[in-house]
């Protein structure tokens, strides 16, 4: 019998190193350490940011065949559709004119006021127009991609408006692209202002509405004076948004016994589904904060007095 038959069954290597269950613990605390350390830290902001620059004329190219598509449904459109849209801006447009005359009016008059009382003159903010390019994927969060970014001159933070309201803000900003949060979204929330009552509030994203996402207005008292139909207005406090922004509408009000809090449900004015262009603002800053006065300079109102000096002992 060959010799060989006896080590027929015993393995030529042995398997060496940690063994899978030490593995899997050691990547997954790598993991976390990773996950932690970027939401802390913003560890690997600089590899998004190269990523999505590298990535940017691929993701064009990409885009060209939706966006042809998208042009080509507009040009087949109905004739009678486009008539349809062509009255309603018409008559939104007349609407506008009367209202901007009433505005124009109003103007003057404020400003007539603020120099008369002299108080601090209304702050404005520059913006820039952008073109949403597409809906981010994540099913948890709500969120779209503008076509401006850095060189553009956009901010983290910055506010986003379309025609109705306030849209959202810049969240993260890449080369070329921006990401925008919804205010329909979770993590999302702004200082608000009810100006027929003069009550601040927030207001918080809550894309789990029955309209496929909304707002609530949290710690309202039982027995706050509020209504359903009542606007919702940017307060202004926070220092990034402008005050008297349109934010929402309260669409429903629940009042329970038990509770010292009522729940206030509320829509939002901008157009959360669809929305194809926007305005991003410039953040306020430094800017909302009052201007120091300068130190008024002390004139003595007598001749100036010398020092005394210690009497010799």
């Given at each position: 019998m060959p010799t060989n038959s006896f080590d027929s069954g015993v393995p030529t290597f042995r398997q060496r190193g940690p063994s899978p269950l030490?593995?899997?613990?050691?990547?997954?605390?790598?993991?976390?350490?990773?996950?932690v350390a970027d939401v802390r830290f913003k560890l690997t902001e600089p590899v998004r940011?190269?990523?999505?620059?590298?990535?940017?004329?691929?993701?064009?190219?990409?885009?060209?065949?939706v966006q042809l598509a998208h042009e080509g449904a507009r040009y087949f459109e109905s004739l009678t559709s486009a008539q349809d849209r062509a009255?309603?801006?018409?008559?939104?447009?007349?609407e506008w004119g009367l209202r901007a005359n009433q505005v124009e009016t109003m103007q003057l008059e404020n400003q007539?006021?603020?120099?008369?009382?002299?108080?601090?003159?209304?702050?404005?903010?520059?913006?820039?127009?952008?073109?949403?390019?597409?809906?981010?994927a994540d099913a948890y969060t709500r969120r779209v991609v503008i076509d401006k970014g850095e060189v553009a001159g956009i901010e983290r933070g910055s506010?986003?408006?379309?025609?109705?309201?306030?849209l959202g803000q810049v969240t993260r900003v890449f080369?070329?692209?921006?990401?925008?949060?919804?205010v329909v979204d979770r993590e999302q929330s702004i200082p608000v202002l009810n100006p027929r009552t003069g009550a601040r509030g927030v207001a918080y994203g809550d894309p789990l509405a029955s309209s496929g996402g909304g707002m609530e207005?949290?710690?309202?008292?039982?027995?706050?004076?509020?209504?359903?139909?009542?606007?919702?207005?940017?307060?202004?406090?926070?220092g990034v948004y402008a005050p008297g922004l349109p934010v929402a509408k309260i669409?429903?009000?629940?009042?329970?016994?038990?509770?010292?809090?009522?729940?206030?449900?509320?829509?939002?004015?901008?157009?959360?589904?669809?929305?194809?262009?926007?305005?991003?603002?410039?953040?306020?800053?430094?800017?909302?904060?009052?201007?120091?006065?300068?130190?008024?300079?002390?004139?003595?109102?007598?001749?100036a007095s010398t020092p005394r000096k210690g009497r010799k002992g």
């Open positions: 030490i593995r899997l613990a050691v990547y997954g605390a790598l993991a976390l350490f990773l996950m940011r190269a990523v999505a620059a590298v990535l940017y004329p691929l993701q064009w190219v990409m885009m060209q065949p009255q309603n801006a018409e008559k939104k447009m007349t007539r006021l603020r120099a008369l009382l002299d108080l601090r003159p209304r702050l404005t903010t520059s913006g820039t127009a952008a073109q949403v390019i597409y809906e981010t506010p986003v408006m379309d025609e109705l309201g306030v080369a070329m692209t921006s990401e925008v949060t919804l207005l949290r710690f309202m008292p039982s027995n706050a004076d509020i209504q359903e139909g009542d606007l919702l207005t940017t307060s202004g406090v926070d669409v429903r009000i629940e009042r329970k016994a038990d509770s010292q809090f009522s729940r206030v449900y509320c829509e939002p004015l901008a157009q959360v589904h669809g929305v194809q262009f926007v305005m991003v603002l410039k953040p306020l800053g430094e800017d909302a904060l009052p201007a120091k006065p300068p130190p008024p300079d002390r004139k003595p109102d007598g001749p």
